[in-house]
């Protein structure tokens, strides 16, 4: 009775209206070559235009409170959102279905004679299969109907589609044939899915599940009964030929295509998979940095991507991100596009959740998320697309000679266990200890505290099958024997809280998206250090251990160090790329632990000699760029000095293919020449001074990670656990920026840089080999950036109302906040804000600031000359040969007719404007049409003559007059069926 009653009055406080679902969205159709693309678009009367739908069903009434602590008693009460909440259905996604002909309605969308599914999206927030538990009064029970099974991948606005799903032969679509379409919006209600204190409340409906969940919400699908102007629309497309259409066009894109971005500020790539040209990509050998890098076209940080090749205008337009927000917050950006001849354009939405808006005037779409980087650690919560991870690639300029391969992360072995991807934690755990080389890594990981709520890193292992299960992001390689991240020992115990900070200071989070180039050229390689590998301090040269710089001397690109004849000191010592040459001088010769100085005595050198000493410096024998900025990074490489066999003392990046020793088994790892690559980690400038900041290679050459390493000792307790130590906070300073890390081997019988690679005693960059190009991708949000000489500071007074980058040193400054009052804030390295006073205050003695176009918030550019498409009268005149009757010849009916008492032909591939005669063979007009119509390309003739009657069966001649472009005659044959006099 209560059910009942809240009905009939829920029904009277309606008004004993229906529940609407969404508006049904309007499409836009663009027939082309045997290809008909949707638009979808809500226009400002649908009750989802901007996708806004949100409705509250009067026959779902909110509880009153609900049991937040599972006592059994609904104590807490749902506030007036809540309740609100709990009773709306919100729009969830888009489907579309071919029809099988124009009178399908919505009720037939369900029969697979009458309708198919072919495309849905849905927004990206977890919401996948909806599922109606409908009753049916014959059998008295509810029956479950799948109504949707979304993609969860983020709202779609066009759709390109070239296949018939009804065809029982060849699917392509047929040019001039008609084909029915028709796409509905849908809503969805679970009871406030999670909202505030619902929840606690299950909305679920699932009888079949153990235990049965039976309150949950049993119709939480709900599709469009209407358009905004009416019924559900169906939609006609005709396929056809568009080379005649404007007297002749010629197409220069097609759906999907991408454009040439030019990223003029700002960084984060939103999920995108990103390429920097490869002419730009060779500048970031020498520049500093890339002040306006271009990608590829299709492949750059933002996808705007081709939706109508026919209608692109040529021009240059720009993209700005703009933060309209009073708490600045970044993930609710909007975009705005603005160009030659064009009103600018608003996104609809913000930049929080992937959309793809069409800009019809453009023909183009403009898709874009936030773009939530990886778990960052500890964990933020917030989640991402992939588990963050976008992509990984490697080409050879040979693909016939694949000459490198890797170390393969085996999870059922410990000795190759080097990812620490997945959810395993030993069973110690439960007894309060956990086992820190074993355990895959989580965040807010503590020792003998079994109580803490740790997430995993990586749940799903999505980047632990990065090229094979070969490349990691540094965050989560492991630091067990022989393993990436360095392991320290302290009087015989390891010092895994070390170990921990270095993996929590580089954060998943931060990884970026780099290309690592292998080659032969000696011009483009990387000075770097070269760390030592080996665990053991007993066997490696000099005595280092796993992490440290190795004891060797400092090599130039040949190979040769400073006691060799033949050295190149502005190679061996760095200064060929860095400011000033990478020695020991004399105040580290003076801090060199015994071990060193020993090695050093050994080599042959005199203590006096030691501050003109160079060890731990190689040359790896390519680069690694950041496809964000441009930047060129950073790179190091380890070997295992023991393993002389392996290539492992040599100071250069030359690994084996051995993994383990064929008789006993022992390790070799090739010679364990681990690539790490550190990020320019200018964004950790607001938490970290800047002389701990990693630079970018350009300018520096390694002298950075050479100046923090060297007076590292390991061996020294303090460098090790204390936090506030120089030597500490130096080591730090180069692991914190560790972005990946790479375990090559020489592939199974494979020559280093290939096998046509012919090694000469000087490296003189001519040496050929099969280079290597190795892409990793990560999502990165989009934020600040700029770059260029900027302003020194303290000096000029700062500009109203123009937004600074700082690139380096911190800049105190007036900010009015959320709640209007000005508050003293202070900017770091990294950060962007909008002077609101001319004056201002330094965190230091110094401070370096870039003026921005748009506040250092992504901006682009991008032009359209080459995807216009183009107007010639010549293919126009070309085209007039592809005028044809169809079908020719007519025998009793055609496939355009749709009924017994239709008689149908069509004349295709007509230009814009013509004039088609039909005459008998003596020269008798039977029927003339006037075409003048850019949208359509063919004319129907029903077989009848000026005055309606049915033409007789015989031979006619059709012409075709087209004005500035010509003329021409086709011969028609028709047999005419006897007429039904039966149909009526």
């Avoid at 009905?7 to 406080?13: G, V």
């Avoid at 030659?340 to 793809?356: F, G, K, M, P, R």
């Avoid at 301090?537 to 130039?556: H, M, P, Y």
Wanted: aromatic share 10%; net charge negative; with cysteine.
């Amino acid at each position: 009775m209560r059910k009942a009653d809240d009905k009939t009055q829920a029904l009277f406080d309606s008004c004993f209206e229906i529940l609407d679902g969404p508006n049904a969205p309007d499409v836009t159709i663009q027939e082309l070559d045997r290809e008909v693309i949707l638009m979808l678009s809500n226009p400002l009367n649908s009750n989802n235009y901007q996708e806004a739908y949100a409705t509250v069903d009067p026959f779902l009434p909110a509880p009153d409170s609900v049991d937040t602590d599972d006592d059994g008693s609904t104590d807490t009460p749902l506030t007036a959102a809540e309740k609100e909440a709990y009773s709306t259905y919100v729009f969830e996604g888009y489907q579309i279905y071919q029809l099988a002909d124009g009178s399908v309605g919505t009720n037939d969308l369900t029969d697979p004679d009458k309708a198919r599914l072919i495309a849905q999206v849905d927004i990206a927030n977890g919401v996948e299969r909806l599922i109606n538990y409908e009753y049916d009064s014959q059998i008295d029970a509810d029956v479950p109907s799948l109504k949707v099974d979304g993609l969860n991948e983020g709202i779609e606005h066009s759709f390109q589609f070239t296949e018939d799903v009804f065809s029982t032969g060849d699917a392509r679509l047929v040019n001039h044939k008609t084909y029915y379409y028709m796409a509905v919006a849908y809503a969805y209600n679970r009871y406030g899915d999670g909202i505030g204190n619902l929840s606690h409340i299950d909305g679920v409906y699932d009888p079949s599940s153990d235990p049965p969940r039976l309150d949950g919400q049993k119709l939480p699908y709900l599709a469009s009964r209407t358009s905004a102007n009416g019924p559900v629309k169906v939609f006609e497309a005709i396929p056809h030929r568009i080379d005649l259409e404007m007297d002749g066009v010629e197409l220069n894109s097609e759906y999907g295509d991408g454009v040439e971005l030019t990223r003029v500020e700002g960084r984060g790539n939103g999920g995108n998979y990103a390429i920097i040209k490869e002419d730009y990509l060779d500048e970031a050998q020498d520049s500093k940095y890339l002040e306006e890098p271009v990608y590829e076209a299709g492949f750059g940080p933002v996808a705007i991507k081709v939706v109508d090749p026919l209608v692109i205008p040529p021009g240059t337009f720009t993209l700005a991100f703009k933060d309209t927000t009073s708490d600045h917050n970044l993930e609710n950006m909007i975009w705005e596009l603005s160009g030659e001849n064009i009103t600018t354009v608003t996104s609809d939405q913000a930049i929080t959740l992937l959309n793809e808006q069409v800009i019809f005037d453009l023909g183009l779409s403009v898709s874009v998320s936030y773009g939530y980087p990886a778990p960052t650690y500890p964990s933020d919560g917030n989640a991402s697309a992939n588990a963050g991870f976008i992509g990984f690639d490697i080409q050879y300029e040979d693909e016939t000679d694949q000459w490198l391969a890797g170390l393969v992360d085996v999870d059922a072995d410990a000795r190759y266990n080097w990812i620490k991807s997945g959810t395993f934690l030993q069973p110690a755990v439960l007894g309060g200890a956990k086992d820190w080389a074993q355990d895959d890594h989580y965040d807010n990981y503590e020792a003998n505290d079994p109580t803490d709520n740790d997430s995993p890193l990586d749940e799903e292992q999505v980047w632990e099958n990065i090229g094979g299960r070969t490349w990691s992001p540094f965050a989560l390689a492991s630091y067990d024997t022989a393993h990436p991240i360095p392991l320290f020992n302290l009087s015989g115990v390891p010092s895994y809280n070390f170990s921990e900070k270095v993996i929590e200071l580089a954060g998943m989070a931060n990884t970026p998206s780099v290309d690592v180039i292998i080659t032969t050229d000696c011009s483009k390689w990387t000075r770097c250090p070269v760390l030592e590998a080996g665990d053991n301090s007993g066997l490696t040269k000099g005595g280092a251990v796993r992490g440290e710089l190795r004891r060797g001397l400092s090599v130039d690109k040949s190979g040769r160090n400073q006691l060799d004849a033949g050295f190149v000191a502005a190679e061996g010592f760095g200064t060929e790329v860095s400011g000033s040459p990478q020695v020991l001088g004399s105040d580290r010769a003076a801090l060199l632990r015994q071990s060193d100085k020993d090695h050093l005595i050994a080599l042959g050198f005199k203590e006096a000699e030691f501050k003109d000493v160079s060890f731990g410096m190689g040359w790896f024998p390519g680069y690694a760029v950041d496809v964000e900025t441009g930047e060129r990074l950073n790179m190091a490489f380890s070997e295992d000095s023991w393993l002389g066999k392996e290539n492992g003392a040599d100071m250069k990046w030359n690994p084996t293919d051995r993994i383990a020793e064929p008789l006993f088994g022992e390790l070799r790892f090739g010679g364990k020449q681990m690539i790490y690559i550190f990020r320019h980690n200018t964004e950790d400038g607001a938490t970290i001074d800047d002389q701990y900041l990693m630079p970018g290679y350009n300018g520096d050459g390694g002298t950075f990670a050479y100046d923090k390493l060297v007076s590292f000792d390991s061996k020294e307790n303090l460098h090790v656990i204390d936090q506030n130590s120089n030597q500490y906070k130096n080591y730090m300073s180069v692991m914190r920026a560790g972005a990946w890390v790479g375990y090559p081997l020489l592939a199974d019988g494979g020559t280093l840089f290939g096998n046509g690679y012919v090694s000469s005693d000087d490296c003189d960059g001519d040496e050929a080999g099969n280079d290597i190009t190795i892409s990793l991708r990560a999502t990165k949000q989009y934020r600040p950036y700029a770059v260029g000489e900027g302003i020194d500071l303290p000096g000029p007074k700062l500009s109203v109302g123009t937004g600074y980058y700082v690139q380096s040193g911190k800049v105190n400054v007036i900010q009015t906040d959320e709640a209007g009052v000005e508050v003293l804030t202070t900017f770091g390295a990294g950060e962007a804000f909008t002077a609101e006073e001319q004056g201002y205050t330094l965190g230091g003695a110094a401070a370096n600031v870039i003026a921005t176009v748009n506040g250092g918030l992504p901006l682009y550019t991008f032009n359209t000359d080459a995807l216009a498409p183009t107007i010639n009268t010549e293919i126009g005149t070309e085209m007039l040969e592809e005028i044809k009757a169809v079908p020719n010849p007519y025998y009793a009916y055609s496939e355009y007719e749709t009924g017994r008492l239709e008689y149908l032909m069509k004349v295709i591939n007509l230009p814009t404007t013509c004039t088609i005669n039909i005459f008998t063979v003596n020269g008798i007009l039977v029927r003339s049409f006037e075409k003048d119509d850019a949208t359509t390309s063919s004319i129907d003739w029903d077989l009848k003559n000026q005055d309606g009657i049915p033409i007789a069966s015989g031979l006619y001649i059709i012409h075709v007059n087209a004005p500035g472009l010509g003329e021409k005659v086709i011969k028609w044959f028709g047999v005419l069926r006897p007429i039904d006099l039966n149909s009526f």
